[in-house]
């Protein structure tokens, strides 16, 4: 954004012409005055981008004018113009609601600094505004995609538990949309202006997933070059939402115990604690009371978690979804395709995606219609356009026949896969660790092929 409008105040009429002169010739639309008072009559009757005032003028001063606008109009930019000795007074008018100042005298390049570093602050602020406007409108319940039953419940669950702080445990398979709902949570609680902080538990590593939680002091460890005040402590006031809370090592998960019970954060290397109030929300693809009775999660723990529990059904139990997801899909990716008007599904490719069973869930889907949208011939997004992970579904469910092909050797290599996982966890009481000690693959992989293949429940 550019400041069209400035208005300069100083009593100094040589001044107010120069400051005229440089910002008329940069593209500015200038007025100046000589007072404070003149400056006040001028703002009530038309508005300005931003003030340029001098500090010390007869009658009321640049402080007081910078108070005045404060209480006013907060919102306005005000840079003052000091000469030297007069640096204090400038730095108490910052304090008071300023933006900047500049020192007198100046060359024009440090007026025009001054307004870039102005115009691109205020870029950004609004920038902010609008991004936080639309993520609030995104996550309002209204606007989630709720057709089925299963999923009426659950937004029903949601909106009796969102205006009270207890815990909130979100259950479901990758990609059902638990950060929706907990941002919905966050957005509907009283809370809502206050931050929404998301961590996601299995994406850091266990040695450093503390340190982003609580934060740590300068000198804790090697890397600590300055204190860190960590996640918990941004979200106060507000909520934290943990995703995959169910991968906490478990020495961290007596940590989070203790945050839940006392509401304070001790960050690593620090001997005192800081209270902090926050409202938590967790998410888990994981059985939770399966790893209670492995020892892999804390029974204590999991109770403190568990006080409201929700169930995200996974898509293929709630089909009736997929259409209405699949026009809010449609609806949203549109704007990639602008020169087509009216995207539509063909009567064939949503009888493909209400045939497939979804085991990326909400996720997948949206990526499949991204892709369509994107491939699309015309307006009018045809089977071919989905992806071929899709229209396999559509080919098993055909009636069989030797014309039928059979799966591509990566699905086969998948079903065969996701059969190999299923059977190791039924052979180890659902033990995730001794499951992939069985099939020779690491934890961190195991996890991920659960997610991939839908087999969280």
Not at 101 to 123: C, I, M
Not at 289 to 303: I, K, M, N, P
Request: charged residues 30%.
């Amino acid at each position: 954004m550019a400041f069209h409008t400035v208005l300069v105040v100083d009593d100094e009429e040589p001044l107010r012409h120069l400051l005229t002169v440089i910002l008329r010739d940069h593209g500015h639309e200038v007025r100046a005055v000589a007072s404070a008072e003149d400056a006040l009559k001028e703002l009530s009757a038309r508005d300005y981008d931003l003030v340029l005032t001098d500090v010390r003028m007869p009658g009321m001063g640049g402080l007081a004018l910078v108070r005045e606008l404060q209480r006013t109009t907060p919102d306005l930019l005000v840079v003052v113009m000091s000469a030297y000795g007069t640096h204090d007074t400038a730095i108490e008018a910052m304090k008071a609601g300023a933006y900047d100042y500049l020192g007198k005298p100046f060359k024009p390049d440090d007026v025009l600094l001054v307004l870039r570093k102005a115009e691109e602050r205020e870029r950004l602020a609004r920038e902010n505004r609008r991004l936080r406007s639309e993520l609030a409108e995104s996550y309002r319940l209204d606007n989630l995609v709720v057709a089925s039953p299963a999923m009426q419940e659950v937004m029903r669950s949601v909106r009796k538990v969102a205006p009270q702080k207890s815990t909130v445990l979100l259950l479901g398979e990758s990609g059902t949309g638990k950060e929706l709902v907990a941002r919905a949570l966050h957005e509907l609680s009283p809370r809502a202006s206050f931050p929404f902080v998301a961590v996601n538990c299995g994406a850091i590593p266990a040695e450093l997933l503390e340190s982003e939680l609580f934060g740590h002091v300068r000198g804790a460890f090697t890397d600590a070059r300055r204190d860190k005040k960590g996640l918990a402590v941004e979200a106060d006031g507000g909520t934290l939402f943990l995703d995959e809370v169910g991968e906490l090592p478990l020495a961290l998960q007596v940590k989070l115990l203790r945050f839940l019970q006392e509401e304070e954060v001790r960050p690593v290397g620090e001997v005192r604690t800081r209270r902090v109030d926050v409202r938590v929300v967790t998410a888990t693809a994981r059985d939770l009371s399966g790893a209670v009775a492995a020892g892999e999660f804390r029974e204590d723990l999991f109770w403190r978690l568990n006080v409201v529990a929700v169930r995200l059904p996974p898509l293929r139990e709630r089909p009736e979804d997929v259409a209405a997801l699949a026009a809010h899909f449609l609806a949203r990716y549109a704007r990639l395709r602008p020169e087509l008007p009216a995207l539509a599904l063909s009567p064939e490719a949503l009888s493909v995606l209400s045939a497939h069973r979804w085991p990326g869930n909400v996720r997948e889907l949206e990526h499949a219609i991204e892709r369509a949208v994107v491939l699309a011939d015309g307006p009018l997004l045809e089977e071919k356009d989905l992806p071929d992970s899709v229209r396999a579904g559509r080919d098993r469910a055909a009636p069989g026949g030797a014309e039928e092909p059979g799966p591509s050797l990566r699905q086969a290599v998948q079903a065969a896969e996701a059969r190999a996982i299923r059977a190791a966890l039924e052979r180890t009481g659902g033990n995730r660790t001794r499951a992939a000690e069985l099939l020779e693959i690491s934890y961190r992989a195991l996890l991920y092929k659960i997610k991939d293949y839908g087999l969280g429940d």
